[in-house]
Nanobody
Framework: QVQLVESGGGLVQAGGSLRLSCVVS????????MGWYRQAPGKQRESVAR???????TYADSVKGRFTISRDNAKNAVYLQMNSLKPEDTAVYYC??????????WGQGTQVTVSS
């Protein structure tokens, strides 16, 4: 069974930084893309950042220039470095994995809270 374990969330002041990590374990054969979604209270889940094995990275407009996604393919891990955090970034962040066979998996979510 595939499992995604997330860590790194917490409470920070505006302008601060956090680094989220997600490590995949289990029987997944090959990972095509890994990324992060977030969901704030009263809002739908939205894509934040995504990175393919080939190195193509995409970001939501709201986080461009502040967040950086990286992957360690050997470890089946993905990271999200979040700088210059804003209160609007407050949400539960979910790791997402897309397998090469188009299967997908989700982490349990980690809370990020940014105070004013």
């Amino acid at each position: 069974q595939v499992q995604l374990v997330e860590s790194g969330g917490g409470l920070v002041q505006a302008g601060g930084s956090l680094r989220l990590s997600c490590v995949v374990s289990g029987s997944i054969r090959s990972i095509n893309a890994m990324g992060w979604y977030r969901q704030a209270p009263g809002k739908q889940r939205e894509s934040v950042a995504r990175r393919t094995r080939g190195g193509l990275a995409t970001y939501a407009d709201s986080v461009k220039g502040r967040f950086t996604i990286s992957r360690d393919n050997a470890k089946n891990a993905v990271y999200l470095q979040m700088n210059s955090l804003k209160p609007e970034d407050t949400a539960v962040y979910y790791c997402h994995v897309l397998g090469w066979d188009s299967s997908d998996y989700w982490g349990q979510g980690t809370q990020v809270t940014v105070s004013s």
